[in-house]
């Protein structure tokens, strides 16, 4: 589906494939530039463009690795109240041992549609999260500063950059799913990489 825009003809948000949403005509790329952080919302065949051009401008910080899991129905207990969220991280990699995780993990990460995900910067504090419905927010005590990303990327400004949450009603809602990429979920993921230092955090109220 195509829609027409002032300046010419854009097309419609490429959603991941873990999510759905019912009116997708209503989704473009664009950005909003907060006080500190900046909302994205990016097809999904670019939001790792978007996670290696954060990792790129990391040269001498390390990163650490974040991983949000709904926590197991069997874990709640009162699932019917209050779900929480599992948090994992994987700390002090290297800018190259980040990359490599989002080579090794990234697709089935981003084309999830039940888990979050994310790199930040031991020392300067910016941090990058791909969210649920294309969503990828980087927070930052500047975040101005990333504006010549934002112009790599070629992501338009907006005053209020509108996400797939303000398009669903009661009749009308989103849908998330966990996928399978060669054979494993992102469930699979903390027992994976516990080798490499993956480690549990805490639990959270989602």
Known sequence: MLCLFVKGVIHVLDMVKGCQVPFPERLFEGCE??????????????????????????????????????????????????????????????????????????????????????????????????????????WSRRPVKFRPLLEELGLPEQQHLVTAGETFDQEHPGQCQMITLNGITVYDLPEMLKDRGLYFAERRKA
Do not use: W
């Open 33 to 138: 530039i907060g006080t500190r952080y900046i909302r994205m919302l990016l097809d999904a065949g670019r939001i790792p463009l978007a996670l290696e051009k954060f990792l790129e401008l990391r040269r001498r910080e390390q990163v650490f690795f974040i991983l949000e899991l709904p926590t197991n129905q069997k874990e709640e207990p009162e699932p019917e109240r209050v779900l929480h969220k599992d948090i994992y991280y994987l700390d002090g990699c290297s800018q190259e041992q980040a990359l490599s995780l989002l080579e090794e993990y990234g697709e089935l990460l981003i084309q999830d549609g039940m888990s979050a995900f994310g790199f930040g910067g031991h020392e300067l504090g910016d941090e990058i999260m791909v969210e649920k419905y294309n969503l990828v927010t980087l």
